[in-house]
Nanobody, 121 residues
Framework: QVQLVESGGGLVQAGGPLRLSCAAS????????MKWYRQAPGKQRELVAS???????TYADSVKGRFTISRDNAKNTVYLQMNSLKPEDTAVYYC???????????????WGQGTQVTVSS
């Protein structure tokens, strides 16, 4: 069983920083990809950033230059450093872990419970 626990959300003023963390535990294959998604009220969930176990990263255009995703493989933890936050960044942020299980080659997909980020103007 794999569990993802997110932390670091909260209320911040526009222009300020915030750092999210997501710690994974359980049977995790070392070759994986970890992602941050977000969902604002009335909107679809969108991909914010991703990072592979080899540290390859991608970002949504809306956060490029402001957000940085990183990971600590020894701790199975992924981080999202968010700078220059804007009110439109307000959303519930979800951590996602995906890997192909070597035992049966099935795709495993796990989600955290979400953490609220609110940016005031």
């Amino acid at each position: 069983q794999v569990q993802l626990v997110e932390s670091g959300g909260g209320l911040v003023q526009a222009g300020g920083p915030l750092r999210l963390s997501c710690a994974a535990s359980g049977s995790i294959f070392s070759i994986n990809i970890m992602k941050w998604y977000r969902q604002a009220p009335g909107k679809q969930r969108e991909l914010v950033a991703s990072i592979t176990s080899g540290d390859g990263t991608t970002y949504a255009d809306s956060v490029k230059g402001r957000f940085t995703i990183s990971r600590d493989n020894a701790k199975n933890t992924v981080y999202l450093q968010m700078n220059s936050l804007k009110p439109e960044d307000t959303a519930v942020y979800y951590c996602n872990l995906r890997f192909q299980a070597p035992s049966d080659r099935t795709l495993r997909d796990y989600w955290g419970q979400g953490t609220q980020v609110t940016v005031s103007s």
